[in-house]
């Protein structure tokens, strides 16, 4: 059974249909791409995966469970992490501050400290800069902290919204490179990224989405090489 199992979702903003019965699935242990151009819907179906956005129709599954109904707060502690686009992190705490606040649905203070270890691994930058203002890192270091807060809920399966946008390359490819190694410690990414190129390089799998619709799908390994993703999205 697949870890994550999205049927027919539909999805409204009033009277426009945004998602037009979407369904697609994620395994446990995958990173899956979700590409297309801007408007086409990709981070609509996280936010609605996540709870933050309400669903017309249709089914998410997640390890069983249908989020449907589920508030967005305890799909956190069900083992789900959002990475928002545009980072949307807390600029006048410090990098600690906000990291720890990634754990507010967790008790046991010793796990919570290993986790913060475990990030601090990942972003030796985030350790050095723990006491700094979190609004005056480079944009760059500020994705790594919404990465990183991520991880201090100890998600089972982590969704990512555009993580390399406005990042110099230098930055994309460091964050590329974190992103495979999370997959590598056994958390299951879902991620939506309009770097084509980049984010095939590392997925497993990929659904290239148009106007609220799947109109594409296979293995990343393939859709690097198809001619209409070339194309339309790699500028080739």
Do not use: C, W
Not at 5 to 29: M, P, T
Not at 109 to 135: C, T, W
Not at 137 to 145: A, I, T, V, Y
């Amino acid at each position: 059974m697949a870890m994550l199992q999205v049927e027919n979702l539909q999805v409204y903003y009033g009277v426009i249909q945004a998602i037009k019965g979407i369904s697609f699935h994620v395994d446990q242990g995958e990173v899956v791409a979700l590409i297309g151009a801007n408007g086409a819907g990709k981070t609509t179906i996280l936010h609605t995966v996540t709870g933050l956005v309400p669903a017309k129709a249709g089914s998410i599954m997640f390890e069983g469970t249908d989020l449907i109904k589920t508030p967005s707060h305890k799909i956190v502690s069900m083992g789900m992490a959002h990475v928002p686009e545009g980072r949307r992190i807390f600029q006048e705490l410090s990098v600690y501050e906000n990291l720890q606040l990634g754990a507010f649905t967790r008790r046991d203070k010793a796990e919570i400290a290993a986790s913060l270890e475990m990030v601090y691994d990942h972003f030796p930058r985030l350790k050095e800069r723990k006491n700094q203002i979190a609004g005056t890192l480079s944009g760059g270091e500020q994705q790594m902290m919404a990465m990183g807060r991520a991880l201090m809920s100890k998600p089972r399966i982590i969704l990512m919204d555009e993580p390399s946008m406005g990042l110099s390359p230098l930055f994309v490819s460091e964050i590329f490179e974190i992103i495979k190694e999370i997959s590598r410690e056994g958390v299951t990414v879902l991620i939506v990224e309009q770097n084509a190129k980049k984010v095939l390089s590392i997925a497993d799998r990929a659904y290239v989405l148009e106007t609220g619709k799947i109109v594409l799908e296979g293995n990343a390994a393939d859709l690097i090489n198809d001619d209409s993703v070339k194309k339309a999205y790699l500028g080739e």
